[in-house]
Nanobody, 125 residues
Framework: QVQLVESGGGLVQAGGSLRLSCAAS????????MGWFRQAPGKEREFVAA????????YYADSVKDRFTISRDNARNTVALQMNSLKPEDTAVYYC??????????????????WGQGTQVTVSS
């Protein structure tokens, strides 16, 4: 089991930037595939980005490609999501997720065993 704590959410105007961070503790961080998901009111949780164990492979939802960047620091047990050119439709609670599975990355929420509590991102128009 790994514990995850997100930070960095807030209120930003459209076109602005935010950087989310997720700190992990409890197990060997580099053994985990990491992902970011988001959930807007009344909507299902959706995939945003994922990164493999080494950090060399990254994957993005089409809706955030070229605007968001996922990265990890295995020495500091953290994963980050840099969000640029934010849009009102990016408004959601953002969750960090981790899984020790054998895949390269996962994009479905049910594939992750460990979740943070979420951090609110609100983008005003």
């Amino acid at each position: 089991q790994v514990q995850l704590v997100e930070s960095g959410g807030g209120l930003v105007q459209a076109g602005g930037s935010l950087r989310l961070s997720c700190a992990a503790s409890g197990r060997t961080f580099s053994n985990y595939i990491m992902g970011w998901f988001r959930q807007a009111p009344g909507k299902e949780r959706e995939f945003v980005a994922a990164i493999n164990r080494s950090g060399r492979l990254v994957y993005y939802a089409d809706s955030v490609k070229d605007r968001f960047t996922i990265s990890r620091d295995n020495a500091r047990n953290t994963v980050a999501l840099q969000m640029n050119s934010l849009k009102p439709e990016d408004t959601a609670v953002y969750y960090c997720a981790a899984d020790p599975g054998s895949g390269v990355y996962y994009e479905h929420p049910e594939e992750y065993d460990n979740w943070g509590q979420g951090t609110q991102v609100t983008v005003s128009s």
